[in-house]
């Protein structure tokens, strides 16, 4: 087997990996971004990645069932928190996403505290070992991919705010093991930034375009260089989203604006007050009104 078939024995399967976690995350992301909970993401990661950690040291099979159960079991748990905290304290939403990241990511911490590997466990879990996954992590993720696309372009309207942290915290569970936090979190944002500024229409095409040219750029340039790739696949892809909102100049929401402000009839003038007019109630006043009617009572 020569170098370059070697090489794309490698690459295949994660450019599969990378496509199943674009289908998903690139219009989970517009949403995302519409909602305002942007780090919504790497909360829920983290829980599931922190079921994960707790399966994987209570004996169960890294890519098995079990723990694919274990891990989307905590995913939804804090899916359901966040839609509790949602209903309860809008205001302060954001910042409790980012109290659940803090606790699930010291909780991995804790249970990884006294094993030998937990670096390395961790280290997998954040940056992701997109070049090494397994054919049944590919069939679980097509799997997930499959009802959420089902599910996404067909009930969207129908899916309510439980359903879409629950939906979003099942697409979660299978993507971080697929790719880990820091490409999770990079394909569900940046697209979604950098395309914004785009009609409506253009974004989620766009969206995919970007976000499945920078797997291609990021796997192909980690290796011809020999880096790792999921670092260079996040650089790719902030570099390529740069390029591509700097490419939108008309942003839909002041489009909205400006063709509502010039659809809209202006009001009628006011005419001026009178300022002339004798106060009634002054029976020292003998000016005469400038009304016709008036002065013509005045006459003798």
């Given at each position: 087997?020569?170098?370059?078939?070697?090489?794309?024995?490698?690459?295949w399967p994660?450019?599969?990996?990378g496509?199943?976690?674009?289908?998903?995350?690139?219009?989970?992301g517009q949403?995302?971004?519409?909602r305002?909970?942007?780090?919504?993401?790497?909360a829920i990661?983290q829980?599931a990645g922190?079921?994960?950690?707790?399966a994987?040291?209570?004996g169960?099979?890294?890519?098995?069932?079990?723990?694919q159960v274990?891990a989307?079991a905590?995913?939804?748990?804090?899916?359901l928190?966040l839609?509790w905290?949602?209903h309860?304290?809008?205001?302060?939403?954001e910042?409790?996403?980012g109290?659940?990241?803090?606790?699930?990511?010291?909780?991995?911490i804790?249970?990884?505290?006294?094993?030998?590997h937990g670096g390395?466990?961790?280290?997998d879990?954040?940056?992701?070992?997109i070049?090494?996954?397994?054919p049944?992590?590919?069939?679980?993720?097509?799997?997930v991919t499959l009802?959420?696309?089902?599910?996404w372009?067909?009930?969207?309207?129908h899916?309510?705010?439980?359903?879409f942290?629950i939906i979003f915290?099942?697409?979660v569970?299978i993507s971080?093991q697929?790719?880990g936090?820091?490409?999770?979190?990079?394909?569900l944002i940046?697209?979604?930034?950098?395309?914004?500024?785009?009609?409506?229409?253009r974004?989620?095409?766009?969206?995919?375009l970007?976000a499945l040219?920078?797997?291609v750029?990021?796997?192909?340039l980690s290796a011809?260089?020999d880096?790792?790739?999921?670092?260079?696949?996040?650089w790719?892809?902030a570099l390529?989203?740069?390029?591509v909102?700097?490419?939108?100049r008309?942003s839909p929401?002041s489009?909205?604006?400006?063709?509502?402000?010039?659809?809209t009839p202006s009001?009628?003038p006011v005419?001026?007050?009178?300022?002339?007019?004798?106060?009634m109630?002054?029976p020292?006043?003998t000016?005469?009104?400038?009304s016709?009617?008036?002065?013509a009572d005045?006459?003798?």
């Amino acid at each position: 087997m020569s170098n370059v078939e070697a090489e794309l024995s490698i690459l295949w399967p994660a450019l599969v990996a990378g496509i199943l976690v674009v289908l998903s995350h690139v219009p989970l992301g517009q949403q995302v971004l519409s909602r305002g909970i942007v780090f919504i993401d790497l909360a829920i990661a983290q829980v599931a990645g922190l079921g994960v950690i707790a399966a994987h040291t209570f004996g169960l099979a890294a890519g098995g069932w079990s723990a694919q159960v274990a891990a989307a079991a905590a995913a939804l748990a804090g899916a359901l928190l966040l839609t509790w905290t949602e209903h309860k304290r809008p205001e302060v939403q954001e910042a409790l996403i980012g109290i659940l990241f803090v606790l699930a990511s010291t909780a991995q911490i804790l249970i990884l505290a006294n094993d030998p590997h937990g670096g390395e466990d961790l280290k997998d879990l954040l940056a992701g070992q997109i070049l090494w996954v397994t054919p049944q992590q590919l069939l679980h993720g097509a799997l997930v991919t499959l009802v959420f696309l089902l599910a996404w372009f067909r009930f969207r309207m129908h899916l309510g705010r439980v359903g879409f942290y629950i939906i979003f915290a099942l697409v979660v569970t299978i993507s971080v093991q697929l790719v880990g936090v820091y490409l999770v979190f990079t394909t569900l944002i940046v697209p979604a930034v950098a395309t914004y500024r785009y009609p409506e229409r253009r974004q989620l095409p766009l969206g995919y375009l970007l976000a499945l040219a920078s797997y291609v750029i990021g796997l192909v340039l980690s290796a011809v260089f020999d880096l790792p790739s999921s670092p260079v696949i996040v650089w790719a892809m902030a570099l390529v989203g740069l390029s591509v909102h700097f490419g939108g100049r008309h942003s839909p929401q002041s489009d909205g604006a400006l063709g509502a402000a010039s659809t809209t009839p202006s009001p009628p003038p006011v005419p001026p007050r009178n300022q002339t007019t004798p106060r009634m109630s002054d029976p020292g006043n003998t000016r005469a009104d400038s009304s016709p009617g008036i002065a013509a009572d005045n006459l003798p």
